[in-house]
């Protein structure tokens, strides 16, 4: 069996596998029972002065029969008081020496109130610290959570504060409610963060009951922002992730977060720069047992790969990712239709009509049966047909040679450019750069 152990920023990890820092890791209970269940670490829920939450919290979004598509949450950090965590910190920590045990923090941004917190919860024995810049509700308010993590200035002050008194590795979460996460990633970095973590949850609100017209959750009728996160913002957390890792301005180890409900997304976050991954909503919707899977799927997938090491597998596929204008202009791929497979249900048909570029018929062979076929001439390969399609294997996107060498938007521009010529058309363009 491949090695699964991590090493984040000095933090070490039995696994990749962490639990976020949300309601799984409020107390010493929750976090043992993870620990026995095979969670490789874990992320105490966020302390800071005790606050008091409401009483409707959580709210879900249920999309084509799935429950828990999306989870929106308008609970804040830690409603105990900071000495019964750091006393149950400190047990959890004794009782299980080789597991990762993270604290995350929040207080007002003042020098001697993240000095003082740090002194306490580092004297107990920790692993590490999570700096929470991205909670989007009720502690932003307050001049805390995303209210920081969206100002790079408050960001990396804050950093270098912490840092000062800081004898462990110090993780910067960041909010994902910015224009350009790297902005704040950088800024961590600049404060000193030995890791970031991202991301935290997006401002969303789950949904309006059109029968009372109470939002979706409501407080005594009374509805306000909260925090998204779950399955669908995977792909938003996704791209975040890959494009700190491809920053040589960011450069420190990455713990992803973001809708990983299996060992497959976890691969993903993993081959897009993560060094571990942190999960909530999984664990909330299945329950702590969900680690099992994750740890038999990954150790399949390394022995499948001819791996070793989880290690192996970090930042894979960060060179592959870029930016549009580095994409090659001439790569081409069709459609195609495999007979054998397809139902005749007419989805590829309809959505390539309506929307697309109208380039799949609909046939009848010689016994009346009806077939459908791409006008591969006309096909630009958008993939649309091939993502509405119910049956797997029923179309096949095919890569066609176009005889043309490879030509990004970048290269076509520097070619008009070189040769000085003022025509924008894209024949001529593709010529000159060709």
């Known amino acids: 069996m491949a090695d699964l152990r991590i090493n984040l920023a000095g933090i070490c990890s039995p696994n990749p596998f962490w639990l976020a820092s949300a309601p799984p890791t409020n107390t010493g209970y929750q976090v043992q029972r993870a620990f026995e269940a095979g969670w490789g670490g874990a992320v105490w829920k966020t302390l800071g002065d005790p606050i008091i939450n409401t009483s409707s919290r959580f709210a879900a ?51 001697e109130k993240w000095h ?68 704040t990633a950088k800024a961590a970095v600049r404060g000193g963060a030995d890791a970031i973590s991202l991301i935290n949850t997006i401002n969303s609100l789950a949904g309006v009951d059109i029968d009372t017209w109470n939002t979706i959750p409501h407080v005594g009728g009374k509805g306000a922002h909260g925090g998204y996160c779950g399955p669908a913002v995977k792909p938003i957390a996704l791209n975040m992730v890959a494009e700190c890792a491809r920053s040589p301005e960011v450069g420190v180890p990455i713990s992803g977060i973001g809708g990983i409900s299996s060992w497959r997304d976890a691969v993903e976050f993993l081959l897009m ?10 664990a909330m919707h299945h329950g702590f047992s969900i680690v099992e899977d ?15 090491s989880v290690n192996e597998l970090i930042g894979r596929s960060v060179e592959r990712y870029s930016d549009w204008g580095d994409l090659d202009l001439n790569y081409a ?20 009509e309506d929307t697309s570029h109208q380039c799949i018929e609909r046939h009848t062979d010689v016994n009346g049966n009806g077939y459908l076929k791409v006008r591969e001439e006309d096909c630009v390969g958008c993939n649309l047909c091939s993502i509405v399609c119910p049956v797997e294997g029923a ?40």
């Open 333 to 352: 791929v069709v459609a195609r239709i495999e007979q054998d497979n397809c139902i005749v249900c007419n989805k590829c048909h309809i959505a390539c």
């Open 116 to 183: 003082e917190i740090v002194k306490k919860v580092e004297a107990i024995g920790v692993d590490g610290l999570e700096l929470n810049f991205g909670c989007p509700h009720g502690m932003a308010e307050r001049g805390m959570g995303a209210a920081s993590g969206q100002q790079p200035d408050l960001v990396e002050m804050q950093t270098m504060w912490v840092k000062e008194a800081a004898k462990t590795p110090v993780i910067v979460k960041l909010t994902p409610n910015i224009t350009d996460i790297t902005t």
């Open 294 to 308: 994750m740890i038999d799927g990954l150790n399949n997938y390394l022995d499948g790969k001819d791996l070793h």
């Open 61 to 111: 979004v249920h999309f084509n029969g799935q429950r828990v598509a999306g989870f929106n949450n308008i609970e804040l950090i830690t409603d105990r008081p900071l000495e019964v965590n750091l006393k149950e910190i400190y047990e959890t920590k004794k009782r299980f020496p080789n597991h990762a045990l993270v604290v995350s923090l929040m207080v007002e941004p003042k020098r």
């Open 273 to 282: 720069g993560s060094t571990g991954v942190q999960v909530c909503t999984a």
């Open 395 to 434: 179309i096949s996107m095919i890569e066609i040679p176009t005889g043309e060498l490879p030509l990004s938007w970048n290269q076509r521009q520097a070619a008009i450019g070189a040769t000085g010529s003022g025509n924008d058309s894209e024949d001529s363009g593709k010529k000159e750069a060709v």
